[in-house]
């Protein structure tokens, strides 16, 4: 699966962004999905997941009550609504996807596909 990140952007603290990530290639709903950030000199930290069938979704406890991952499984979408932002949530933000993993998965080394990045900056 190819996947395509985008609505990274520019926002002041307090503000609100909503990042999209178009997969193709083979069934997008086969695909455990996730959202990871990564910011220069630091490891990819995980960000949010959520289960093939919207069954499991999971949080980093720094986004829990401001950020949403959903995902449309007929556009062969995945989103992360950010809301709430601020300064520390200043990173490239990553979508994974994951082959029909038997359970969650947090850890980045375990996907197996990746999208290119958008970068997202919050001003103080």
């Known amino acids: 699966v190819q996947l395509q990140a985008s609505g990274g952007g520019l926002v002041q603290a307090g503000g609100s962004l909503r990042l999209s990530c178009a997969a193709s290639?083979?069934?997008?709903?086969?695909?455990?999905m996730g959202w990871f950030r990564q910011v220069p000199g630091k490891e990819r930290e995980f960000v949010a997941a959520i289960g093939r069938n919207l069954n499991i979704i999971y949080y980093q406890d720094s986004v829990k009550g401001r950020f949403t991952i959903s995902r449309d499984n007929a556009k062969n979408t995945l989103y992360l609504q950010m809301n709430s932002l601020k300064p520390e949530d200043t990173a490239v933000y990553y979508c994974?996807?994951?082959?029909?993993?038997?359970?969650?998965?947090?850890?980045?080394?375990?996907?197996?596909?990746w999208g290119q990045g958008t970068l997202v900056t919050v001003s103080s």
């Open positions: 290639g083979p069934t997008f709903s086969d695909y455990h």
């Open positions: 994974a996807a994951k082959f029909r993993p038997a359970s969650v998965i947090v850890t980045a080394s375990q996907y197996d596909y």
